[in-house]
């Protein structure tokens, strides 16, 4: 399947809407990433958002008095984008590909956000050239920070319950290289892998950060509970070591943060 079929497929309905909302998992990515956006924009900054989805970031940093533009591939994403931005006077909502940001001048904004479509771009030639078109429509000394998959907690999350074998396969090679091939819904990266990505880009690496820990797994456990008091310290503790290497891969989602040279 052509891969924005298959997006609009899998986002044809509230898939992206109550993501960071509904679980504990999710408003721990947003709360890690919120986190990290506010310690590097600087103030009035202009931020790009590619891969908007909904507008869950896009629209908060908005209405926060940030000019701000959101970007999004799938029609019923940008559909309740354009919905959900009709009333911030500093948002600007475009439907267009990470590939092809060719209605952005060069050098035109402080901050540049991929929180979504490295999820999803299976072709090493194709991740380059998103990441490329980010760095391009960055001003220089701008930050862009880049959302991805950490191949391992994919298996931890969705394979052992009965599927191993099948994730296995569907992730990594016989001699367990990762494996990124047509029509992969998602797409995972140990993390040097990923960092590898930027080598030869104009930018110098901040920092590298996982942005919900293990609480997706944790999250599958019928006994799982989490009060409200039990959560603001979690993330405490969270904030303070999610930048230790050895706990990395361990992210469902993670956070590759750089500065345009």
Not at 6 to 30: A, P, V, W
Not at 112 to 131: E, M, S, V
Not at 161 to 171: K, R, S, V
């Amino acid at each position: 399947m052509e891969r924005i079929s298959l997006l609009n497929k899998f986002y044809d309905g509230d898939t992206e809407d109550q993501r960071l909302i509904r679980s504990r998992h999710g408003q721990l990515e947003f709360f890690t990433t919120m986190h990290y956006i506010h310690q590097m924009v600087p103030e009035n900054g202009r931020i790009l958002e590619i891969g908007a989805g909904t507008g869950r970031y896009s629209i908060a940093l908005a209405k926060e008095g940030f000019p701000v533009t959101g970007v999004e591939l799938a029609d019923k994403n940008y559909e309740k984008l354009v919905e959900y931005g009709k009333a911030v006077k500093t948002f600007t909502p475009y439907q267009g590909d990470a590939l092809d940001l060719s209605v952005f001048p060069d050098n035109s904004f402080d901050l540049t956000l991929i929180l979504g479509p490295l999820y999803h771009l299976y072709d090493r030639n194709d991740q380059i050239r998103a990441i490329r078109e980010a760095i391009r429509v960055t001003k220089l000394s701008g930050i862009i920070m880049a959302a991805f998959l950490s191949v391992h907690a994919i298996i931890y999350d969705n394979y052992l319950q009965g599927n191993t074998l099948f994730g296995l396969d569907e992730n990594f090679t016989s001699d367990y290289q990762v494996r990124h091939f047509t029509d992969q819904l998602f797409t995972g990266f140990n993390i040097d892998e990923f960092e590898s990505l930027f080598t030869a880009e104009p930018v110098e690496w901040i920092t590298t950060a996982a942005t919900d820990g293990l609480l997706e797994l944790a999250e599958d456990r019928k006994d799982f509970a989490m009060s409200d008091q039990d959560f603001a310290a979690f993330a405490d503790y969270h904030l303070h070591h999610c930048e230790r290497r050895d706990l990395l891969g361990c992210s469902s989602h993670l956070l590759y943060i750089c500065r345009k040279k």
